[in-house]
């Protein structure tokens, strides 16, 4: 009943938004057009399309919101007028009343708030969609007392997330079947990916763990604090950790007051980015100013304090190689490698033809070079590259969509402190180390560092599985394994060849240098 009575609300909203007309834009059948416009007489509709689509979804209630937050950075997808719109949005949640929180708390630690805590503030310090921030103090296991942050999740957000989620996936079923326009904007992967997004959220040990790999990767880099998580303290639904004090990113003149060095900030920002992007492979993806601080503590002065970790990224050796080749192809403007790059991935339909990716990818970056480097952004031309790939049905992965987002972000956040920041010069100096690692002696030496056990463990089991084989394989595969056996013979010949002519080089030019010294010459 309730699902009934939600599902109604939603459509009141969405008509009372006029969204019904962006649904049937597309639509053929005439008379649920006439049908709609003979219901929808009398409202107003004068207000751009974005902005009513923002209106519609904050009536929607905070899961809503959160779904028009993520939409916003989906550009690939979403056309800029309404993207622009929907970054509007804000979490305007009322905080959840702390006796609420100390019962989670409660709850989740089988043990009274006293017992727990030695101080806890009731009012919190911040409240969002998903979650609320609470100040305390805890006794650690040395003993000590340390100020800690506690998040706690909102009371019954995973109902609450399943039933709206359900409506969603209601609603992406209509769209997909009423509108051609919609239909491209492939609305069931999208709230299925919303739906992943929101129940990773809502498991804070998942947080706490992608915290702490990032304080653990970041450590040498002494650009970036990230809280120390206190894992006596991590439930699912309650996360403790050390409490941080910094100056929001954004509030930059009393940075620049306190005398922060603001460029430089600039470029560390895309130092830490592509150092966790082309190093670990593993990334923080929620970037937006409201979770950078930086501290003025003057034993960290001026680093970077990052906070929340619902959203990290990671990419594999092939997402990280696709990257950086792509860039560097880019910047000498070999489209054809760009393309290239493309059809190797695996990512293209094998009738896919090169040079008309070659021309499609030309037309969307030789724009670029009419302007200076310092201005390329690029997180909008991966954006571009995705977009362009997309129309020659190239699958790109998730991860890295999430990685372009991230891009964009940073690129924002970076020219906004420094709207000289030259993003490519600061950025270059990965790409180059990254693809001289790849290639370089070091590359090798890991490689068999990491082979060289799996080997050594297959060695002395080669003469079973060769004996095993020749079992199995007896009857007409015996020229093969004639074929292996000679060609083994022979690799082992050389190798001989190879290790005795070399140590009886060594040894000659031992012997020699001896007869030298003894003076025999
Ligand atoms: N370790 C910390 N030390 C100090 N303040 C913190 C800490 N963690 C969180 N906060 C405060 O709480 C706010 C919200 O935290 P966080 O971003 O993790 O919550 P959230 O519910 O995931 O919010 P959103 O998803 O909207 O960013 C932060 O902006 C910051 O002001």
Redesign the pocket.
């Known amino acids: 009943m309730r699902r009934l009575f939600r599902s109604v609300f939603i459509l009141w909203v969405l008509f009372r938004y006029g969204l019904d007309e962006l649904v049937l834009s597309s639509q053929q059948a005439p008379w649920l057009k006439r049908t709609a416009r003979t219901i929808s007489w009398g409202r107003d509709l004068s207000a751009p399309r974005g902005q009513r689509i923002r209106l519609a979804l904050e009536s929607l209630g905070p899961i809503f919101v959160?779904f028009g937050q993520v939409m916003s950075t989906r550009r690939d997808l979403l056309p800029v007028d309404i993207s622009d719109e929907l970054a509007l949005l804000q979490?305007r949640v009322p905080p959840f009343p702390s006796e609420v929180a100390v019962a989670i708390i409660e709850k989740a630690f089988k043990r009274k708030l006293e017992d727990i805590f030695v101080s806890f503030e009731h009012q919190p310090?911040?409240?969002?969609?998903?979650?609320?921030?609470h100040?305390a103090v805890i006794k650690d296991r040395d003993g000590r007392l340390r100020d800690?942050?506690v998040?706690v999740l909102r009371p019954d957000m995973l109902s609450v997330i399943d039933k709206d989620l359900d409506l969603m996936r209601m609603m992406a079923n209509w769209v997909d079947r009423l509108s051609d326009d919609g239909k491209r904007l492939k609305p069931r992967e999208v709230v299925a990916e919303f739906d992943k997004y929101l129940h990773d959220?809502l498991d804070l040990v998942r947080e706490a763990s992608s915290a702490a790999q990032l304080r653990r990767n970041m450590a040498d880099l002494d650009l970036v604090l990230i809280?120390e998580m206190f894992w006596d303290y991590c439930m699912p639904t309650v996360m403790v950790?050390?409490?941080?004090?910094g100056v929001?990113i954004n509030q930059v003149e009393r940075l620049r007051a306190a005398g922060v060095d603001i460029p430089k900030l600039a470029r560390d920002g895309v130092t830490i980015f592509f150092t966790q992007v082309f190093r670990d492979g593993f990334f923080h993806a929620?970037m937006?100013p409201?979770?950078i601080?930086v501290s003025l503590d003057p034993a960290t002065f001026g680093r970077y304090?990052s906070?929340?970790?619902?959203i990290v990224g990671t990419l594999t050796e092939v997402d990280k190689e696709y990257l950086a080749q792509n860039f560097t192809a880019f910047f000498r403007r070999d489209y054809k490698r760009v393309a290239e790059l493309h059809i190797e991935s695996g990512w293209v339909p094998q009738t896919t033809r090169v040079d008309e990716l070659e021309s499609a990818i030309r037309s969307v970056c030789e724009p670029y070079f009419d302007r200076p480097l310092k201005e390329i952004s690029l997180g909008f031309l991966l954006m571009r590259l995705f977009q362009t790939s997309r129309r020659f049905q190239v699958e790109i992965q998730p991860q890295l969509v999430l990685l372009q987002k991230t891009l964009l972000n940073i690129e924002g956040l970076g020219r906004q402190l420094d709207p000289d920041l030259d993003l490519w010069n600061t950025a270059k100096p990965f790409l180059e180390k990254w693809m001289l690692d790849q290639v370089g002696p070091k590359k090798l030496f890991q490689q068999l560092r990491n082979e060289g056990p799996r080997y050594a463990k297959l060695l002395p089991e080669i003469p079973r599985l060769m004996v095993e084989f020749l079992q199995t394989h007896r009857r007409g595969r015996n020229d093969e394994v004639l074929a292996l056996l000679l060609e083994q013979k022979k690799t082992n010949r050389l190798l001989s060849t190879i290790v005795y002519g070399g140590v009886g080089f060594v040894l000659g030019l031992v012997v020699l240098q001896i007869m030298m010294r003894l003076r025999l010459f």
């Open positions: 959160k979490d310090v911040a409240s969002a969609s998903i979650a609320q921030v100040f800690v942050a998040k959220e809280p950790m050390e409490r941080m004090r929001p929620d937006h409201g979770n601080q304090i906070l929340d970790f619902g």
